[in-house]
């Protein structure tokens, strides 16, 4: 089994049920690391890493690839690509019936021979480091699942009718680089329909926002990993250096100050709290995570992350503001045989059935503090101001598809020199397309039968 697999290779992991303070220090600096590299800006990474990469199509690429990418968003025609899409049950009452009773959570990936509904080709707004068709991974039996709930039918994500239901609307995913993937993957099956058009970007292309013309819908990203105030001091490349100040009793501006223009919202969180921090409470130190030889007391990530959790959640439900509010929970990486600095690599090609992988126990700590935080606030404060609050229970089903990675495909063909090239993986983001579209099926489900 995989995750026995990993506990022989990597002396670091934690062990199941067991795992001491000592453990968890060690393991998550070099998880710290991880996050360093992952969740940085895809685009500084890129100009450390990445410098060897060949300019596709002969197009200059000393701009960042997404300051690139941003241009031609803007620059292309709306390109409707014939694309045979169907929505089974999409309008069915039966359909909506059994979804009331129906964990769309629990089920499996069964094969679909349609295939996904856009490509590299069809849509322009794929981030070069996954754009895994483009970059040249050579097998594509990944894109033909779909995520199949055990109890219902999953529609297709039905992009006339979401944008028909967001006339007037304006949306936002709010977190770090898994909602930048989350939002380009919405980006592309509503480019079926209609092209948006970029209307902002923050200096470094890491919060944006899009416009629908003709349904007169907003989209937004919002950079903020930490969702909560932090003070980070981070170079280009990624290395601090000082340690994150992270302010547990202040939520990050970025996001709230925009809020009440909002109609829904994504929230997501989580990996960036493995790293390093400080922790202040009323811009006094209270301790830390991972801090050696600093004599603070170590107060673990999982007391910020659960402090940060109560913050937002209480935020949402107390604010005046009536918002459609999904959080999403933490993603599982695929590293095997080594992390990320240690030559780990995903080179599965099919998913996994249930049964066959454990999620890592980092994963199953983050998403029980975000399970239970949730329930507090909805048994707590209920929905009664008319706060809609829905748990995008993403984990296990994305803990399914290690064969969704770019892994060596993150960089434009990596192999295309030297056939034995030792390339970074990335075992985190996913390929698009890829499963992370099935997360936009699950949000339509919820949105149109929740
Ligand atoms: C709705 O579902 C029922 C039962 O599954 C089926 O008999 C019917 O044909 C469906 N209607 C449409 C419009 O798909
Ligand atoms: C799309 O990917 C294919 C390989 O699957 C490649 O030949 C083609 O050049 C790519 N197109 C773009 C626009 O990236
Ligand atoms: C959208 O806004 C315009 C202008 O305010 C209004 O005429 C139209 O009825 C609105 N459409 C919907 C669906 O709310
Ligand atoms: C677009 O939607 C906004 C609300 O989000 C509304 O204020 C505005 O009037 C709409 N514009 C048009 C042209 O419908
Ligand atoms: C908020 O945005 C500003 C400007 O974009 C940035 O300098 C700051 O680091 C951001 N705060 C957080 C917590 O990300
Ligand atoms: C926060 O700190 C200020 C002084 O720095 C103090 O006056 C105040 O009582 C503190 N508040 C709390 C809740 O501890
Ligand atoms: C660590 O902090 C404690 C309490 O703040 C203090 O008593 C102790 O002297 C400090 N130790 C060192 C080595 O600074
Ligand atoms: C790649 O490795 C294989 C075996 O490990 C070796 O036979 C081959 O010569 C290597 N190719 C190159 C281009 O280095």
């Known amino acids: 089994m995989v995750q026995e697999m990993r506990f022989e290779m990597n002396p670091f992991s934690l062990q199941k049920h067991n795992h001491t303070f000592v453990k968890c220090a060690l393991c998550f600096v070099l998880m710290g690391l991880a996050v360093r590299l992952w969740f940085y800006d895809s685009i500084r990474f890129s100009s450390a890493v990445d410098s060897v990469e060949t300019p596709p199509e002969g197009k200059t690429e000393s701009l960042a690839p997404e300051e690139q990418k941003a241009e031609s968003l803007e620059d292309s025609l709306p390109i409707q690509t014939p694309v045979s899409v169907d929505f089974p049950g999409n309008d069915n009452q039966t359909s909506q019936k059994d979804s009331a009773k129906c964990d769309i959570f629990t089920g499996d990936w069964i094969p679909d021979p349609s295939g996904p509904v856009y490509t590299n080709e069809s849509c322009h707004a794929i981030e070069n480091h996954q754009n895994c068709m483009r970059n040249g991974r050579p097998d594509s039996e990944y894109l033909y699942w779909r995520w199949n709930p055990r109890d219902c039918q999953l529609p297709r994500f039905n992009p006339e009718r979401f944008l028909d239901l967001m006339r007037n609307k304006s949306w936002a995913f709010i977190g770090d680089s898994i909602s930048r ?46 969702l909560i105030e932090a003070d980070v001091f981070e170079d280009i490349n990624g290395v601090s250096s000082s340690d994150i100040m992270l302010h547990l009793d202040k939520l990050d501006k970025n996001w709230t100050e925009q809020y009440k ?25 209270m301790g830390c995570h991972y801090c050696p030889g600093r004599n603070l007391t170590e107060l673990g990530f999982e007391f910020a992350y659960r402090k940060a959790l109560q913050l937002i959640l209480n935020f949402v439900t107390g604010s005046d503001h009536k ?60 929905t009664e101001r008319g ?57 339509m489900e919820m949105l149109v039968n929740g």
């Not at 994504?266 to 409470?281: E, H, S």
């Not at 994963?363 to 909805?378: G, H, N, P, S, T």
């Not at 969704?404 to 990335?426: C, I, L, S, W």
């Open 323 to 382: 918002a459609f509010v999904f959080l999403r929970t933490t993603t599982p990486d695929h590293f095997e045989n080594g992390e990320w600095f240690s030559g780990g690599t995903c080179k599965r090609m099919v998913p996994f059935k249930e049964g066959e992988i454990d999620m890592r126990d980092i994963d199953r700590i983050m998403r029980d503090i975000e399970l239970e935080e949730f329930e507090k606030v909805v048994a707590d404060a209920g």
């Open 261 to 285: 223009s909002f109609d829904y919202v994504v929230i997501a969180g989580g990996k960036w709290f493995l790293k390093t921090a400080i922790y202040y409470v009323n811009d006094t130190v």
């Open 387 to 443: 706060v809609i609050l829905k748990l995008l229970d993403t984990t296990h089903l994305s803990l399914l598809r290690p064969d969704g990675h770019p892994g060596p495909y993150r960089q434009f063909q990596p192999f295309a020199e030297d056939k034995n090239a030792t390339v970074q993986n990335d075992c985190l983001h996913w390929c698009l397309p890829g499963p992370i579209d099935s997360w936009n099926d699950l949000v």
């Open 181 to 226: 993937n989350h939002v380009q993957s919405l980006l592309c099956i509503l480019s079926q329909v209609e092209e948006a058009v970029e209307v902002y970007h923050d200096e470094e292309y890491r919060s944006k926002r899009w416009h629908f013309p003709s349904h007169n819908f907003t989209l937004s990203v919002i950079w903020t990993p930490f």
